[in-house]
């Protein structure tokens, strides 16, 4: 048995058993659960699992299908797959005649929908009409807006990975992306016969530099765009000199001005990739948005697999299943923090949503090996960029030392909502906790950034956005995870627990974060954490004696 139940908590069960597709495993678990705790709650989530599992290995013939012994999903699952209208009618009315539930019967009558496509039975393409035509009589305020269209028979290539730079040096989820974007598109060429390229972007002041070091993680060729006025990012420097990048190839909407780029004879790339920084997602939305494409924002991985869809809006008739190929599955987390999405990016008639774009959690991935052995070509972008792009000048900054890249370090000091008291004073136990260690640094709940606490100026540097863990914020696996004054949200457990020991401060021992911390220290953390900076510098840190006998989860 690969997972005792025992050992886990039903919100940290959920999302393991939805993997398990051994029913011996489930009732081995289910067992263990019974002779164990006993919890109802997760003794049905088992049961329902195993019901799904052995479920899936049994054909339902729809003629003698039980429906009174059917959830809607059951019924659902089952009525896709029918191609007869007779057999699904005959559905129809046992369904009626017995628990008569709306839900199951708008799915049986969905089917035959689909099928019957219209009236005389025959499918009819799909109208598709410019709001404008289609509603003449009302006012359009953005008729006379400048908009660019996607392309129609466009040709896509290739995977564009935006390389984000801070100080002059690429920042760890610029180099996680090309190795991811480095396995995708190996395999992609594999499955399809193809020799497609990943692309390096870089823009910014001396970002030639990096180039190489680009490749040494995976890219195949390197963009770059240099100018001493990019040194910070800028929306519409950034965007258009992406999208000329983008566009160069024959776009209809290139610049006149340059030849059509001697590496390449496509329109635009078929995926492109960024960062889900601040920096990023904004340049991410500006880009797709100057495509008239989409945007799967926040992901934490991608893959490229064939899809069928059904929609009629996708595949321009009622009833008909078509194969989407290539398609870049993009895969988020929901707001519960224990189920994902995965968002598809798909073309429709009269129109094609390219480049499929997804910005990625920092974090998602793994940081590849850089292979100095590998080879690629380096090309630097050239296009003039107009004075009143730079109309902002920033003449002063301030910088947090030690940046706000959380991901690289080997300890983690997070502070919640648990300082309100005294929040000044909760920051500066906790930068004085981050001092005992070499590789540490400071992060913060959503609930620390979004209140309306009042720092003095010598810590209120470190509140800042930019340390932010979770959902919305950085993705961090360090070995130790303090979490002092944090509830355990669902939204920031996303950010945290791959950490491979947390330890939760909290003076409520039935907060969230109990249920998936490795040590609880039941406290008020003005308290806990000036006894763990005092234990650390005298080399006498004695964790469970510190807890006092508190809950070891």
């Excluded at 019957?116 to 009819?124: A, P, R, T, V, W």
């Excluded at 992406?242 to 160069?248: E, G, I, K, S």
């Excluded at 930019?466 to 959902?471: A, T």
Aim: overall charge negative; glycine content about 8%.
């Amino acid at each position: 048995m690969e997972i005792d139940p025992t050992e886990h908590d039903i919100a940290d069960l959920g999302p393991k058993i939805k993997d398990v597709d051994d029913a011996d495993e489930l009732r081995a678990m289910l067992e263990a659960e019974e002779d164990g705790e006993d919890r109802a709650p997760v003794k049905t989530l088992i049961e329902d699992r195993l019901e799904k599992v052995e479920g899936d290995d049994e054909d339902v013939d729809p003629s003698d299908a039980d429906l009174d012994d059917m959830t809607v999903a059951d019924v659902a699952n089952m009525v896709r797959d029918i191609e007869d209208v007779e057999v699904l009618e005959d559905l129809l009315e046992r369904e009626e005649a017995g628990q008569d539930r709306k839900t199951a019967k708008s799915q049986i009558e969905g089917r035959i929908d689909d099928l019957q496509g219209s009236d005389d039975g025959e499918s009819e393409e799909v109208v598709i009409e410019d709001p404008e035509e289609k509603y003449p009589e009302l006012d359009h305020p953005t008729a006379d807006k400048k908009h660019v269209r996607a392309l129609e028979g466009g040709d896509y290539r290739d995977m564009w990975v935006y390389c984000e730079t801070q100080q002059g040096q690429l920042i760890d989820v610029s180099k996680e992306m090309l190795g991811k974007a480095r396995e995708l598109v190996d395999g992609y060429n594999e499955q399809y016969d193809e020799s497609e390229s990943v692309i390096a972007v870089l823009i910014g002041d001396g970002v030639g530099d990096l180039a190489e070091e680009c490749i040494t993680y995976g890219a195949d060729r390197v963009l770059y765009h240099e100018d001493e006025r990019l040194t910070r990012f800028r929306h519409t420097p950034y965007t258009e000199i992406f999208c000329d990048m983008a566009r160069n190839g024959g776009h209809p909407f290139g610049r006149e001005d340059r030849a059509e780029d001697d590496w390449r004879e496509y329109d635009e790339p078929r995926y492109t990739v960024f960062p889900a920084t601040n920096n990023g997602r904004d340049l991410s939305a500006l880009a797709q948005a100057e495509f008239d494409s989409g945007l799967a924002s926040d992901c934490s991985d991608l893959f490229i697999e064939a899809a069928n869809i059904s929609n009629p809006a996708k595949t321009g008739k009622p009833g008909e299943t078509v194969e989407f190929q290539r398609v870049l599955h993009m895969k988020r987390p929901d707001f519960s923090g224990f189920e994902y999405s995965t968002i598809l990016c798909l073309d429709k008639p009269g129109r094609e949503f390219h480049p499929q774009g997804a910005s990625v959690i920092p974090g998602s991935f793994d940081v590849p090996d850089p292979d100095p052995e590998r080879e690629g070509e380096v090309i630097e972008h050239e296009m003039p960029l107009d004075e009143d792009w730079f109309q902002v000048e920033v003449t002063d900054h301030d910088q947090l030392e030690g940046g706000v890249d959380l991901t690289g370090n080997d300890v983690i000091v997070a502070l919640g909502r648990g300082i309100g008291d005294r929040p000044t004073e909760g920051i500066e136990l906790g930068l004085d906790l981050v001092d005992q260690f070499e590789e540490a640094d400071l992060g913060l709940s959503r609930g620390v950034i979004t209140a309306s606490y009042q720092f003095a100026g010598h810590v209120e540097q470190y509140v800042a956005e930019e340390r932010q863990i979770g959902e919305s914020g950085q993705e961090v696996e360090p070995d130790v995870y303090i979490a002092a004054g944090i509830s355990g949200a669902v939204q920031h457990k996303v950010g945290m627990d791959e950490s491979d020991t947390i330890i939760a401060i909290n003076t409520d021992p039935e907060a969230d974060i109990v249920g998936f911390s490795d040590y609880f220290v039941e406290g008020d953390l003005f308290e806990i954490l000036p006894e763990l900076t005092d234990s650390l510098e005298k080399g006498e840190l004695d964790l469970k004696a510190l807890a006092g006998g508190a809950s070891d989860d």
